[in-house]
């Protein structure tokens, strides 16, 4: 399966890869063809509908348009020839040659040697393996896999090259199992009883996000073709993949349908999520850079980050010429990831997926700027040796503006019982992960200043104010008023 990745010296084509560097079938594209063939032969299939479980187009219920119930997600090369695929291996002498002939002369056209490449030898056996999820009842999953089964079997060859004899398909193995189901209420140091009553009758909790998969939160566009994600998770993101969850979860279009029978979803307009903000795996939700944060120069190889409106003082430092104490605006690289630090931050690192747009024919959609290719700058967690995550997304849900305990209970129930079963679809990838309960502690949700305690606060804003309380202005009056700013112009 040719990519769009760059790839080593010398290559003209790569392999699709994930993250790791292991090629892989696109989710997409296998469910692109399952839906191709089901359209085809729903009927001789058992009635296999594929607006039903792959989605159907639109922009809302008023036009018939619903998302896809099946999540599909890439399938991973495991096995070469029966053996494990190591991606570190080096693989140079298994790239592949190809030329073009020329259709008058019958020989090779000048030039048209295309350098491919490749990680086994022609007529190897490889094996893709992969998940994908979805909300439904037993008698359905039963249909569902003979149905994939069966449009999987039609496919004769994927990927580049079947016309000439690559990519056979020789075996096709489908099977289901229910997702684990992970517990919600996290240990704390009080009796059990205790703790439970505590955790249904609180008004906030904290949340751990997990993700070991390329997660697209797009916070803006560049080119049109190229989205380019932020490490913070917006609470508008992480509610609109629970509202979708919760939807597919009872089998309905809108939560509108649940709230005869749901709690959560009768109540899902007062529910308050913060954003997801990147933290170490063992610390606590981190804390922004404010300006006041300085870079002071403590050795010619060594500079530490202090913050200037904490100090009476500036900070000592060593005798040399002016300009060692250096502002955000004149720091480097180096320097933000020192602050990053500081300020509990969790690492993240960039990864490019570049895609190909397809139409409703099957065939790459061609932009008005005359490409077919579109990409997601996406952010992942750092993995450990055995690819578990070493950074997680802390956010806090918030329930304190439901009308009583009881409801409060009854909603913080349906959300463990959800969330149990991770979230998903999430961003532009529509990534799955898993989020999991913390209890109180430096990275639980706890006040962070006492009670009758003063403390100041500082506001910076470029934006002229004028508040209700000034004379000049009535409740009639343009906001803010002329004279309100006559008189508040600086001099």
Known sequence: MHGNDPGRFGLHATLLTDPQGRPVLPGSLLAGRIAEAWTAHGAELGGADADRWFGRPGFGAQDGAQRARLLSADLRLTTVEGQPFDPAAPCHDLDAARVRIDAD????????????EQVAAPGAALRFAGRWTTWALPTEIDALCLQIRAALLLQTQLGAWRNVGFGRLLEVEVSAQ????????AAAPQPAAAAAAAAAAASSRRFALLSSEPLCVSTRS????VFESGEVIPGAALLGALATQLCQRHGVAT??????????ARHFDTLRCSQALPAPFTGGRPLPLPQS???VKISPDHREIRDAWRHAEPPPTPPGPPGVIAFQTDWKDGDFTLARVKQGWGETHSYLRVRTAIDGRGQARVTEEGGALFAYQCQMAPQDAAGRPLTRWLFDLDLGTLPDDGERRRAWAELEELLAHGLAPLGKTDARVQVRALADGDAGHRPVWAERDVNLLRLATACRCCWPAMRCCSPSAPWPCREAQQRRRPT
Not at 105 to 116: D, E, N, R, W
Not at 222 to 225: A, F, L, S, T
Not at 255 to 264: H, I, K
Request: net charge positive; charged share 15%.
């Open 178 to 185: 229910r997702l684990p189901v992970a517990t919600q209420r």
């Open 293 to 295: 944060l300085v870079s």
């Open 222 to 225: 560049r080119r049109g073709n």
């Open 255 to 264: 939560l509108a349908d649940l709230a005869g029978r749901s709690t959560l």
């Open 105 to 116: 002369t019958g020989s090779v056209a000048a030039g048209a040697l295309l350098q491919v």
